[in-house]
């Protein structure tokens, strides 16, 4: 991989040490917030965060953004915890916004007293017509001007769940004509009386994230808060809140926004993704069509693949599409080196070889020849093989250099045979193929017939050890490039109905046994993985890539 220079956020952190921080005040955080999976635009900010870690080493928090008790959940923060750890990274501390609740409490009656926030008791609809538009200055709520009492009376009301929710909310007091529509009178604190993941039903109002984010970031000592560029309005909200709390005894975080990274063929907005999940377009958020870490892990995605992904992209100050095609060239990378060769064989053509006159025997096949350390395993071969249906022509032309009638292929790992004849059924249909073979063409049997070039070789499977297997088959899960960029349409309009096939296959037997996770190439195929479902009765297989981006030709 081509080395690059250091990204502008690696400039800024250089640039504070040369100036005035030290390597020991450097901390890192990565916030998700526990409403959903994570997807591959927050591995790339955990490759983010966590390498300056490594880099710099420097802690890492895992921060969980939990304000938000109607949407956030445990099994998500399980399911982050395991994304995170499942890449290569472990955290410094694990830690969440809850934590912070009555910190964010007390902080919020000091800006109450010193007069830069108040309890608006209008709707919120009321509130959002007030805030005015980008060009027109927004209208002081008529609550704005309430007595510090009055607004700590009805603060203190709404912690106690006195306050129906949606009648009172927590503002702000700073400016409502700013050009940043960010900073009129931003909502701090609403009433929710539903039980949170952590905290039970000990608290009846939660903290707005804008309010709680910068705050955390600042309880944990962050030095540097990266964010997608979306967040670059909140850095002066998130700048003022830090300014009237009056601590100024401690160093305040730096917040520096870097673009985010779209996938072609997809969407990463968690709503979204959520959509596909509860419309059972995909059957969970770890869909192997999903682009989601769960999705991608079982698919067969490998940890390291994700993140030469993620440092192959960079970081830039502009959000552009990364076609999906480099993504996954960095896994056929990554599993080149990798993932053992075996045999599949998804769409299976009988082949009949007559005059093998022996039972069966077991053949040597080497596992990788990318990896010395791989090793070899055995394979059987029979009278019947299966080939691939599209491997065989009666007739072709002379750049088919697969198996036709009259001329010879070899077998990998095993014989030269050559088609003779064919079997039909009343309408046509080839039933079987009649060949015969070269006994002493064996690969690796050392004789001049073993090293005799023939123009094609083809996989293939002894039909009575044939394991039968469930083969699942995905394509771009979006029929357009950007699904959501037309504001106009529903992204849903653009789901490719042929995202998924399931083909009944045939695997070689080595593979009975195989475990969820593990990763394989079938050869002339591509790359798969066993799914999380499969059991030594019922196996499944998704395909994780093909051999070679296939998807190119499809556009052109």
């Given at each position: 991989?081509?080395?690059?220079?250091?990204?502008?956020?690696?400039?800024?952190?250089?640039?504070?040490?040369?100036?005035?921080?030290?390597?020991?005040?450097?901390?890192?955080?990565?916030?998700?917030?526990?409403?959903?999976?994570?997807?591959?635009?927050?591995?790339?900010?955990?490759?983010?965060?966590?390498?300056?870690?490594?880099?710099?080493?420097?802690?890492?928090?895992?921060?969980?953004?939990?304000?938000?008790?109607?949407?956030?959940?445990?099994?998500?923060?399980?399911?982050?915890?395991?994304?995170?750890?499942?890449?290569?990274?472990?955290?410094?501390?694990?830690?969440?916004?809850?934590?912070?609740?009555?910190?964010?409490?007390?902080?919020?009656?000091?800006?109450?007293?010193?007069?830069?926030?108040?309890?608006?008791?209008?709707?919120?609809?009321?509130?959002?017509?007030?805030?005015?538009?980008?060009?027109?200055?927004?209208?002081?709520?008529?609550?704005?001007?309430?007595?510090?009492?009055?607004?700590?009376?009805?603060?203190?009301?709404?912690?106690?769940?006195?306050?129906?929710?949606?009648?009172?909310?927590?503002?702000?007091?700073?400016?409502?004509?700013?050009?940043?529509?960010?900073?009129?009178?931003?909502?701090?604190?609403?009433?929710?009386?539903?039980?949170?993941?952590?905290?039970?039903?000990?608290?009846?109002?939660?903290?707005?994230?804008?309010?709680?984010?910068?705050?955390?970031?600042?309880?944990?000592?962050?030095?540097?808060?990266?964010?997608?560029?979306?967040?670059?309005?909140?850095?002066?909200?998130?700048?003022?809140?830090?300014?009237?709390?009056?601590?100024?005894?401690?160093?305040?975080?730096?917040?520096?926004?870097?673009?985010?990274?779209?996938?072609?063929?997809?969407?990463?907005?968690?709503?979204?993704?959520?959509?596909?999940?509860?419309?059972?377009?995909?059957?969970?958020?770890?869909?192997?069509?999903?682009?989601?870490?769960?999705?991608?892990?079982?698919?067969?995605?490998?940890?390291?693949?994700?993140?030469?992904?993620?440092?192959?992209?960079?970081?830039?100050?502009?959000?552009?599409?990364?076609?999906?095609?480099?993504?996954?060239?960095?896994?056929?990378?990554?599993?080149?080196?990798?993932?053992?060769?075996?045999?599949?064989?998804?769409?299976?053509?009988?082949?009949?070889?007559?005059?093998?006159?022996?039972?069966?025997?077991?053949?040597?096949?080497?596992?990788?020849?990318?990896?010395?350390?791989?090793?070899?395993?055995?394979?059987?071969?029979?009278?019947?093989?299966?080939?691939?249906?599209?491997?065989?022509?009666?007739?072709?032309?002379?750049?088919?250099?697969?198996?036709?009638?009259?001329?010879e292929v070899r077998l990998k790992n095993a014989y030269i045979i050559k088609a003779e004849r064919v079997k039909k059924d009343e309408a046509g249909n080839i039933l079987a193929v009649y060949c015969s073979y070269d006994p002493k063409s064996k690969s690796g049997s050392g004789t001049p017939e073993s090293q005799r070039k023939v123009k094609g070789t083809l996989h293939w499977l002894s039909s009575k050890h044939a394991v039968p297997a469930e083969i699942r088959l995905y394509d771009r899960l979006f029929t357009v490039e950007a699904p959501d960029a037309d504001k106009e349409k529903d992204f849903m309009e653009f789901i490719n109905p042929n995202s998924l096939q399931i083909v009944k296959g045939y695997v070689e037997p080595?593979?009975?046994?195989?475990?969820?996770?593990?990763?394989?190439?079938?050869?002339?195929?591509?790359?798969?993985?066993?799914?999380?479902?499969?059991?030594?009765?019922?196996?499944?297989?998704?395909?994780?890539?093909?051999?070679?981006?296939?998807?190119?030709?499809?556009?052109?």
């Amino acid at each position: 991989m081509i080395e690059k220079g250091p990204n502008f956020l690696e400039q800024i952190i250089e640039k504070d040490l040369s100036e005035d921080y030290t390597k020991e005040e450097l901390k890192f955080r990565f916030p998700p917030e526990p409403n959903g999976h994570l997807h591959i635009g927050h591995a790339t900010s955990i490759h983010l965060n966590f390498g300056f870690g490594l880099q710099y080493k420097a802690p890492v928090n895992l921060r969980f953004d939990d304000t938000n008790p109607i949407k956030e959940e445990k099994q998500y923060v399980e399911a982050i915890k395991e994304d995170v750890q499942w890449l290569g990274y472990q955290w410094a501390e694990e830690c969440y916004a809850s934590d912070y609740f009555e910190q964010l409490y007390q902080w919020a009656i000091r800006l109450i007293k010193n007069g830069f926030a108040y309890v608006d008791s209008q709707s919120s609809a009321a509130i959002a017509q007030q805030k005015g538009t980008p060009t027109t200055p927004g209208t002081p709520s008529p609550y704005r001007d309430r007595s510090v009492q009055e607004n700590l009376t009805l603060f203190e009301a709404m912690k106690n769940g006195n306050t129906p929710e949606g009648k009172d909310v927590l503002r702000a007091k700073i400016d409502m004509s700013s050009p940043n529509l960010l900073m009129r009178d931003p909502i701090m604190y609403r009433c929710i009386h539903k039980p949170h993941h952590r905290t039970g039903s000990a608290w009846k109002i939660y903290p707005m994230y804008d309010w709680a984010h910068g705050e955390s970031d600042f309880i944990e000592g962050i030095s540097h808060s990266f964010c997608t560029l979306e967040f670059l309005p909140h850095r002066e909200l998130y700048n003022w809140f830090l300014d009237k709390l009056g601590e100024e005894d401690k160093r305040k975080p730096k917040q520096r926004e870097f673009a985010r990274r779209n996938l072609s063929h997809s969407v990463v907005s968690k709503r979204k993704l959520a959509q596909l999940v509860e419309k059972g377009v995909v059957e969970g958020w770890d869909d192997p069509r999903m682009p989601t870490i769960s999705g991608l892990r079982r698919r067969g995605y490998s940890p390291a693949s994700i993140r030469n992904f993620a440092a192959s992209i960079g970081i830039g100050k502009r959000e552009n599409i990364i076609d999906m095609s480099h993504l996954e060239f960095c896994v056929r990378d990554d599993l080149n080196k990798t993932a053992p060769r075996v045999m599949g064989i998804l769409d299976p053509l009988r082949i009949i070889i007559e005059n093998y006159d022996k039972e069966e025997e077991w053949l040597d096949a080497e596992n990788n020849p990318e990896d010395e350390n791989a090793g070899s395993r055995k394979i059987p071969f029979s009278k019947e093989i299966y080939i691939e249906r599209q491997d065989f022509k009666e007739e072709a032309g002379r750049k088919f250099f697969r198996l036709k009638l009259g001329k010879e292929v070899r077998l990998k790992n095993a014989y030269i045979i050559k088609a003779e004849r064919v079997k039909k059924d009343e309408a046509g249909n080839i039933l079987a193929v009649y060949c015969s073979y070269d006994p002493k063409s064996k690969s690796g049997s050392g004789t001049p017939e073993s090293q005799r070039k023939v123009k094609g070789t083809l996989h293939w499977l002894s039909s009575k050890h044939a394991v039968p297997a469930e083969i699942r088959l995905y394509d771009r899960l979006f029929t357009v490039e950007a699904p959501d960029a037309d504001k106009e349409k529903d992204f849903m309009e653009f789901i490719n109905p042929n995202s998924l096939q399931i083909v009944k296959g045939y695997v070689e037997p080595s593979l009975k046994n195989s475990r969820p996770l593990d990763r394989f190439q079938f050869q002339r195929v591509g790359y798969f993985c066993t799914d999380k479902d499969t059991t030594t009765e019922h196996l499944i297989f998704n395909q994780t890539v093909p051999l070679r981006d296939s998807w190119k030709k499809k556009e052109n």
